[in-house]
Nanobody, 117 residues
Framework: QVQPVESGGGLVQAGGSLRLSCAAS????????MGWYRQAPGKQRELVARITPGGRTNYADSVKGRFTISRDNAKNTMYLQMNSLKPEDTAVYYC???????????WGQGTQVTVSS
């Protein structure tokens, strides 16, 4: 697989949790920073969290303290633990490697996260 494959989305109530997984086999994920992105209807795709090969992380202000990003370089896999979910977190979530962001063919199908009140 060249494109990453996201999984783990679903429908949850506000305050609930989900854990997203990203399989990125065939990519350079082990030597580049990776990130989780999301796109809600009518909104631009935005960066949610990123992680470097050494494990340094960054988060959007809107999710800081609630989401945790992690990666397993040997398995080309990345995770996003989402706690205390809010309705405004509803979006399609995508993962990607930073060196591929400008390539439209590098994006996968994403996984839908829906948070109800």
């Amino acid at each position: 697989q060249v494109q990453p494959v996201e999984s783990g989305g679903g429908l949850v109530q506000a305050g609930g949790s989900l854990r997203l997984s990203c399989a990125a086999s065939g990519s350079r994920s082990s030597i580049n920073a990776m990130g989780w992105y999301r796109q809600a209807p009518g909104k631009q795709r935005e960066l949610v969290a990123r992680i470097t090969p050494g494990g340094r992380t960054n988060y959007a202000d809107s999710v800081k303290g609630r989401f945790t990003i992690s990666r397993d370089n040997a398995k080309n896999t990345m995770y996003l633990q989402m706690n205390s979910l809010k309705p405004e977190d509803t979006a399609v979530y995508y993962c990607n490697t930073e060196n591929n962001l400008e390539n439209p063919d590098s994006w996968g199908q994403g996984t839908q996260v829906t948070v109800s009140s």
